[in-house]
């Protein structure tokens, strides 16, 4: 199993921009990757995937404003994101898929003025 640690959350204004980081302890190329998010009171969502061959995937709701992007010989998954909203502020997770998911311990994302 794959050991996952998000970084790069924080408080930031309405408009603004942050960028995440999710570093694996090991070789990455095999897996899908991706971010999620979760509210408090609410479930867990998708955010953004990146297949093995570097396909991408948005939710409806952050097109045009987040880019995910993977760097295999790093081992790090970055998330961009830009045109922040309120309404973005969650925990973020990054999650590693193959045969079974892995789970980072997540990243607070505050969006507020």
């Known amino acids: 199993q794959v050991q996952l640690v998000e970084s790069g959350g924080g408080l930031v204004q309405p408009g603004g921009s942050l960028r995440l980081s999710c570093a694996a302890s090991?070789?990455?190329?095999?897996?899908?990757m991706g971010w999620y998010r979760q509210a408090p009171g609410k479930q867990r969502d998708l955010v953004a995937t990146?297949?093995?061959?570097?396909?991408?995937n948005y939710a409806d709701s952050v097109k045009g404003r987040f880019t995910i992007s993977r760097d295999n010989a790093k081992n790090t998954v970055y998330l961009e994101m830009n045109s922040l909203k309120p309404e973005d502020s969650a925990v973020y997770y990054c999650?590693?898929?193959?045969?079974?998911?892995?789970w980072g311990q997540g990243t607070q994302v505050t969006v507020s003025s």
């Open positions: 090991k070789d990455i190329s095999i897996y899908m």
């Open positions: 990146i297949t093995r061959g570097g396909d991408t």
């Open positions: 999650n590693a898929r193959r045969i079974s998911s892995s």
